[in-house]
């Protein structure tokens, strides 16, 4: 993996992008949280947040704008440093583990380089090209694998981005809001990517508020609201029996922050 003492611009954008060159793990992450809280600007926007995610599978993460969500994912997988509590992933603390994390955002963070040389970039050494060449078919960017990535749809460079986080074979994958605003064919072929990813054994934290797309994909749910989690449990009691007020004036349409 390349030095971060000699870092160049294009590695602190992997860096920032979640593509951390990673080993593959065959065995179950397990992420434990405990008292987690995070303050910006002297503003509590986590507060004492506990979390056992064991297993494999897709968990949901739902909740309004400003739930805090997506600062969650942020600190579990290192981008952003909480004032309190512990984080950790198959019993190590969770730094520990970047490598073997990857995490896809709403809006693609792409280098200024062709659909083939992304992923490239991404890609653990001694990667095999072929394998390389597979992961992009299966995305649908072959035919495109040598047009620059900044010409690309926003479909398409998501899908790029969700390939160069495949790439590094992760064991936990962080993904906030990834087809958000897509079209429906892109947004089906990153659905049946991350269905078939889960079934190889990575561990997925998916943010979303399509909650047709919660119940096609997830086996759990996590609900946040106001910085708490209000609600986490298997995905079919929280739709039919959500327990916490919160949560079911969002699953009626009554929430918002």
């Given at each position: ?201 990575v561990r997925i934290l998916f943010i979303t508020h399509d909650i047709n797309q919660a119940k096609r994909l997830g086996q759990d749910v996590i609900f946040m609201h106001r910085g708490e ?29």
């Amino acid at each position: 993996m390349h030095s971060v003492t000699r870092m160049s611009n294009e590695i602190r954008i992997g860096i920032e992008a979640g593509i951390i060159q990673s080993n593959q793990s065959s065995h179950r992450s397990k992420i434990a949280v405990r008292q987690l809280s995070l303050s910006l600007g002297g503003v509590p926007l986590l507060r004492d947040i506990n979390l056992d995610i064991r297993g494999n599978g897709i968990t949901m993460v739902l909740g309004a704008n400003g739930a805090g969500k997506s600062l969650l994912l942020k600190c579990l997988h290192g981008l952003l440093k909480p004032q309190g509590g512990e984080i950790k992933i198959d019993g190590r603390p969770h730094f520990e583990t970047r490598q073997q994390q990857a995490m896809v955002f709403q809006r693609p963070v792409l280098m200024r380089r062709s659909v083939l040389a992304n992923v490239t970039f991404a890609a653990p050494e001694n990667t095999d090209s072929r394998e390389i060449a597979d992961l992009l078919n299966r995305v649908h960017l072959a035919e495109i694998a040598n047009v620059p990535a900044r010409l690309l749809s926003g479909g398409e460079q998501q899908r790029l981005a969700l390939a160069r986080a495949l790439i590094t074979k992760p064991s936990i994958l962080f993904l906030d809001e990834p087809t958000a605003s897509l079209d429906p064919a892109s947004a089906l072929i990153i659905e049946r990517l991350i269905q078939d990813t889960s079934l190889t054994g990575v561990r997925i934290l998916f943010i979303t508020h399509d909650i047709n797309q919660a119940k096609r994909l997830g086996q759990d749910v996590i609900f946040m609201h106001r910085g708490e989690i209000t609600e986490h449990t298997d995905k079919n009691k929280f739709f039919t029996n959500a327990e916490s007020r919160e949560a079911i004036a969002y699953l009626s349409g009554e929430l918002i922050l």
